[in-house]
């Protein structure tokens, strides 16, 4: 009988873990399937013509990569240093506990919400206007709490024993987080910035209300400037000609590259991340 609930368990378990990679599979084929026509270097370097039925998506894989890699130079030292406070200084006081409630409620609120502070905050209150500042700082606000939880979590993962060696050949605690507590948790935070980046690189809302939806014809070259992302254009194709078969195979492309981007920052982030945990555990083999 016990065999045969561990038998069951196990077959369970393993169609929970191959269901994720089955839904992975099945978009990517779709979108390989229907978008791969579209794909061409005219497509990949041109600009948008007759309103996003011909041409290409340049502007807006710019405009996509610019808004993306500013927020992560905005919200990684943030939330880095968030978490090495919670996770090495913080007291276990009322303080603390009010950051982290307030942290976990910034996970929590809608892109819409923080879409519309940022519409009101900086674009209007700041007098950032429609701008890649403006979007960057809004998407950071969205991910902080990522990154917040993850460092963390990750800094407190770490052996305590490693702490104390460091301490008893006479760093000081800074320096014994620096090189030795970082050293350890360097693959968790890099994945959990990399699931922030994920999240960054794929919403919608918050950046057309902050970012704009960008020129038509012009690449967005100062923060300041309005751009249009991927998820924009493509939001806005969906919306209006994506019933025409143009539309739909625009549509398809756009998604595909969407898809391509994404996959550039996580692959050779997830190959850093295991390459950083051999190195410091050494291989299993």
Not at 83 to 101: H, Q
Not at 106 to 119: D, K, N
Not at 182 to 190: C, G, L, S, T, W
Request: charged share 15%.
């Amino acid at each position: 009988m016990r065999r045969r609930s561990e038998f069951i368990a196990e077959g369970l378990t393993w169609i929970a873990s191959l269901i994720p990679a089955i839904l992975a599979g099945a978009i990517i084929s779709f979108l390989l399937f229907n978008g791969a026509s579209a794909i061409s270097w005219r497509f990949i370097t041109g600009f948008p013509e007759r309103g996003g039925l011909e041409g290409g998506i340049l502007p807006a894989i710019i405009g996509s990569i610019y808004i993306s890699a500013l927020c992560m130079l905005i919200a990684a030292p943030i939330g880095i240093g968030a978490g090495t406070y919670l996770a090495e200084y913080a007291p276990d006081n009322l303080f603390t506990k009010i950051v982290r409630f307030f942290v976990e409620l910034l996970a929590g609120i809608p892109s819409i919400v923080i879409g519309l502070f940022g519409y009101v905050f900086l674009v209007h209150g700041l007098g950032l206007g429609f701008s890649i500042l403006s979007g960057a700082i809004a998407l950071a606000f969205m991910i902080l709490p990522w990154t917040v939880r993850v460092s963390e979590e990750a800094i407190r993962a770490v052996p305590r024993d490693y702490r104390y060696a460091s301490l008893a050949l006479g760093a000081s605690k800074w320096k014994t987080i620096r090189n030795v507590v970082y050293a350890a948790a360097r693959p968790a935070i890099m994945t959990g910035l990399m699931l922030g980046l994920g999240k960054a690189v794929g919403e919608t809302a918050v950046v057309m209300m902050t970012a704009g939806m960008g020129i038509t014809g012009y690449i967005p070259v100062s923060p300041l400037d309005s751009a249009r992302t991927l998820p924009v254009h493509l939001y806005l194709i969906a919306g209006e000609i994506a019933n025409t078969s143009e539309g739909l195979k625009m549509a398809y492309g756009t998604a595909l590259v969407l898809l391509a981007l994404f996959l550039m920052v996580s692959i050779p982030s997830l190959m850093l991340r295991n390459y950083f945990i051999r190195r410091l555990y050494g291989d299993a083999g």
